[in-house]
């Protein structure tokens, strides 16, 4: 007779052994728990003070001559008129316009061309190179009026509008040459080498690969040199002595005189100065924040 032998019996586990599945926890930051008040409160107070100075541009603009009202109204654009025709803003503004889009031209390139040389190029004085890119944003602009007069004054450039180009350009290249050759690092070098394989030069393969990679830090260093040679007013001012000749922020410093200020007429230029920079600004942010926050890292 064959005996079939049980197995143990398993002791049943406690209770305080068996846990139910646990949910998603919802973890809550300390900043989250905040009223809302306390963080709408700040930035509207922020706001506020951020633009009563434009509403008061707008005011003495777009308001008469005399008028001490604080809403614009009647509205008039006597003001703008004026600048525009009797105070030579047009000739300003076009001045303006071909001294941005000439520096936002070279900058761009010289820089390109210069970052990709220090992204993809080991030679003896790059680090030498890359700390005196460094040191030269520390210097003034101020220092460089004397040295810069003299050149231009022995290539006799003074008054003419390609004085005030190169000096922007060669201001804008430090820093413009060092957010594109962060902004190369992050390109992977093998996308090149694949290129190569493939039958491209290196100039070839940099313009067929590279360069649509580099679109948002082309576009974050074209803009800050454009505006920033839109506002400059030190070299316009040093350089430029015809009328005819002056760009818009001395345009702007030429309708304040010793006697009196013209309010009404200050503030439409500054409007006039203003729209352009407003309307780059909104058209190119989404690429303005990727490129600077790109080519801020090392990769």
Not at 130 to 142: E, I, N
């Amino acid at each position: 007779m064959s005996t079939v032998e049980k197995a143990p019996a398993v002791a049943p586990a406690p209770e305080s052994a068996v846990r139910a599945p646990r949910g998603p926890v919802n973890r809550r930051r300390a900043w989250d728990e905040a009223p809302r008040w306390q963080i709408y409160l700040p930035l509207s107070v922020y706001l506020l003070f951020t633009l009563i100075p434009f509403y008061w541009i707008l005011l003495f603009a777009l308001r008469p001559a005399g008028s001490t009202s604080l809403v614009p109204w009647p509205m008039t654009f006597d003001h703008f008129e004026k600048v525009w025709t009797e105070r030579s803003f047009g000739t300003y503004f076009q001045n303006s316009v071909y001294v941005g889009l000439a520096t936002l031209v070279l900058t761009t390139g010289v820089a390109l061309a210069g970052g990709y040389a220090l992204a993809r190029f080991d030679f003896r004085i790059k680090r030498g190179f890359m700390l005196a890119l460094l040191c030269s944003q520390f210097v003034p602009g101020a220092l460089l009026l004397v040295p810069l007069f003299e050149i231009f004054a022995e290539l006799r450039m003074i008054n003419s509008l390609g004085s005030v180009i190169i000096a922007e350009t060669v201001f804008q290249l430090p820093l413009s040459m060092i957010l594109i050759s962060n902004f190369i690092k992050n390109v992977p070098y093998s996308l090149e080498e694949a290129a190569w394989v493939d039958g491209c030069n290196r100039m070839t393969g940099f313009r067929v690969v590279v360069l649509p990679l580099l679109r948002p830090g082309l576009i974050a260093v074209g803009s800050f040199a454009f505006v920033h040679s839109w506002n400059h007013f030190l070299f316009a001012l040093m350089f430029l002595n015809n009328q005819h000749k002056q760009t818009i922020p001395v345009g702007l410093n030429n309708l304040m005189s010793a006697d009196s200020v013209d309010l009404g007429a200050l503030a439409a230029g500054g409007i006039i100065a203003a729209v352009p920079v407003v309307l780059v600004f909104a058209f190119i942010q989404k690429w303005l924040i990727t490129g600077f926050s790109a080519g801020a890292v090392k990769g």
